[in-house]
């Protein structure tokens, strides 16, 4: 092989390797860039109500994504908000709010049972209910500034949460994901607001059907 064609062949290949390194550059910054949006959020979004995880595992890759907590809070009656949201530059949101109620489980389950296929676990007195894109999780609570026998049926905390626009997952493991999601909210909103009765929370919820 002559000079000139051993030096020409060594161009191909630095220029060869030059364009796999620009693309490699490139994909890696598209990935920093464009897809970790959620990754940037606090370990703890939600003034530390949930787990990020929890809600990367609902919502697709963003470029950029923002969550807020908030505890609205009457003290002397023992009304109280908590709202929180996780949501991508996308348009994804996972979001759900919790507030106190006064329902049995039956009367509870019963606002559900015509919105569709109801899936259902426990814990003790803890219960979940997941739809297709929602939850809701209900908790014994007395609130502050409330006596447990002003209920007419049993005070509690009840959450609702959901997703809006596209998810990372669907059917049961989106279902799962949104029971995690509310359950967390359920037992950060009940230290934090002050229900009135001690209570030790479980790690996680039973895990639904289909997803153990």
Same mark, same amino acid.
């Given at each position: 092989?002559?000079?000139?064609?051993?030096?020409?062949?060594?161009?191909?290949?630095?220029?060869?390797? %030059?364009?796999?390194?620009?693309?490699?550059?490139?994909?890696?910054?598209?990935?920093?860039?464009?897809?970790?949006?959620?990754?940037?959020?606090?370990?703890?979004?939600?003034?530390?109500?949930?787990?990020?995880?929890? %809600?990367?595992?609902?919502?697709?890759?963003?470029?950029?994504?923002?969550?807020?907590?908030?505890?609205?809070?009457?003290?002397?009656?023992?009304?109280?908000?908590?709202?929180?949201?996780?949501?991508?530059?996308?348009?994804?949101?996972?979001?759900?709010?919790?507030?106190?109620?006064?329902?049995?489980?039956?009367?509870?389950?019963?606002?559900?049972?015509?919105?569709?296929?109801?899936?259902?676990?426990?814990?003790?007195?803890?219960?979940?209910?997941?739809?297709?894109?929602?939850?809701?999780?209900?908790?014994?609570?007395?609130?502050?500034?409330?006596?447990?026998?002003?209920?007419?049926?049993?005070?509690?905390?009840?959450?609702?949460?959901?997703?809006?626009?596209?998810?990372?997952?669907?059917?049961?493991?989106?279902?799962?994901?949104?029971?995690?999601?509310?359950?967390?909210?359920?037992?950060?909103?009940?230290?934090?607001?002050?229900?009135?009765?001690?209570?030790?929370?479980?790690?996680?919820?039973?895990?639904?059907?289909?997803?153990?």
């Amino acid at each position: 092989m002559s000079r000139q064609m051993q030096a020409q062949r060594k161009k191909r290949v630095l220029v060869v390797g %030059a364009s796999c390194l620009l693309v490699a550059a490139a994909l890696l910054g598209y990935v920093e860039i464009f897809t970790q949006g959620l990754d940037r959020l606090p370990a703890r979004p939600c003034s530390g109500a949930v787990d990020r995880e929890t %809600a990367a595992r609902a919502l697709p890759a963003a470029r950029s994504a923002e969550e807020r907590g908030r505890l609205r809070q009457d003290r002397t009656d023992g009304d109280f908000l908590f709202s929180c949201y996780v949501r991508t530059s996308g348009g994804s949101v996972i979001s759900g709010e919790v507030q106190p109620g006064d329902a049995s489980t039956r009367t509870w389950r019963a606002a559900y049972a015509s919105d569709g296929r109801l899936s259902e676990v426990a814990a003790g007195d803890i219960s979940a209910l997941t739809l297709e894109n929602s939850s809701a999780v209900r908790v014994p609570c007395t609130p502050p500034g409330r006596k447990p026998g002003e209920a007419q049926q049993t005070h509690v905390l009840t959450v609702d949460a959901r997703t809006i626009g596209e998810t990372r997952v669907h059917g049961d493991e989106l279902r799962q994901v949104l029971a995690d999601f509310a359950y967390q909210l359920a037992r950060h909103t009940y230290r934090t607001a002050g229900c009135q009765e001690a209570r030790t929370f479980p790690e996680e919820l039973p895990r639904l059907p289909g997803t153990e």
